[in-house]
């Protein structure tokens, strides 16, 4: 599936949304991104998932962590990095079957859960969070590329929260056209649906053959994955040098929802509202790369 029909007529055109100053369609230019997939206990995801959100399942109840880093070198407002930790998921009245939901995506509603999403920029915050509902936060990131490695750090409040990184592949480059990606987030009380089309060159690597280290540090919002039980041999990596990412305008929404009345009131547009269109960069982070660690790089 390429980008929607709907998305190429409108090209050139000019929206203004929150205060921020759109040129349709929204996309970066080419950028690099890493990714890393890690197998977990499916019974332990579904525990942070809301309610018609089920973890993707694979054979043996494992599940799927997925962690992608973007760095953005050209977007509609300015550059940004983007540290993206979700769980692969489907969506519905009932869990999917296992594996068929990779098949069957647009049946299955299958995407991925945001867990964790900062970002480099409080203008970035402001989009994707107010108008997309991305669980979107400022925080200290980088992204480091060598000939052997791919890394990106993330710390928040002087601490680390995760690190990734993985063996950058050498070869097994394959084309990627127009891949749609789903993404489910929630936001003011509702769980929120966007989809992006990614274009590029991939590196990938699988099984076995695919060579990662993550990190969870000490700061309280690497918790929930520690509940996860994540295995140490990642499912996939991947390395894509020059991604082209279209983000769909088109969003759908649905009230979350519980058995008992909710205690608290979520979180909502106080959170973006009065935040400005700035494209500033925190310091880049410095925490000590030191905690739970999955994977290995030197095997």
């Known amino acids: 599936m390429g980008i929607p029909k709907r998305i190429k007529a409108i090209s050139g055109q000019h929206s203004l949304v929150d205060g921020i100053p759109f040129q349709l369609p929204v996309q970066c230019a080419p950028s690099p991104v890493l990714m890393a997939v890690f197998p977990i206990n499916a019974d332990k995801a579904k525990a942070v998932l809301p309610a018609e959100v089920y973890p993707l399942r694979l054979r043996n109840n494992k599940g799927l962590l997925v962690i992608t880093v973007i760095n953005y070198l050209g977007t509609n ?7 993206s930790i979700g769980i692969a998921c489907t969506h519905g ?3 999917a079957p296992p594996l068929l939901p990779l098949l069957l995506m647009n049946t299955f509603g299958t995407g991925q859960y945001v867990l964790e999403l900062p970002v480099s920029t409080k203008i970035s915050v402001k989009g994707g969070k107010g ?3 991305m669980p979107k936060h ?26 990734i990184e993985i063996a950058r592949p050498s070869f097994s480059f394959l084309p990627l056209l127009n891949i749609p990606a789903v993404n489910y987030c929630a936001f003011r009380g509702m769980l929120l ?11 990938m690597k699988l099984f076995k053959f695919a060579n990662a ?15 996860l039980e994540i295995e140490n041999q990642p499912l996939m990596t991947a390395f894509i ?22 205690s608290t009131s979520p979180e909502g547009f106080e959170s973006v509202i009065d935040l400005p269109l700035d494209e500033t960069w925190p310091s880049p982070p410095s925490a000590p790369i030191i905690g739970e660690t999955f994977g290995n790089l030197n095997r």
């Open 241 to 262: 040098p020059d991604v082209i990412g279209t983000l769909d305008d088109h969003i759908e929404s649905w009230f979350l929802h519980q058995a008992t009345p909710p």
């Open 93 to 95: 009245l009932k869990p």
């Open 213 to 227: 280290k993550l990190v969870l540090g000490d700061h309280p919002r690497a918790d929930a994955l520690k509940t």
């Open 131 to 133: 108008i997309w509902g």
């Open 138 to 163: 400022q925080g200290n990131l980088n992204f480091n590329i060598s000939d052997k490695t791919v890394s990106s750090q993330y710390d928040l409040d002087g601490k680390l929260v995760t690190y």
């Open 77 to 83: 407002i300015g550059k940004y990095i983007e540290y």
């Open 193 to 203: 649906k966007s989809s992006i089309y990614i274009k590029g060159t991939a590196g």
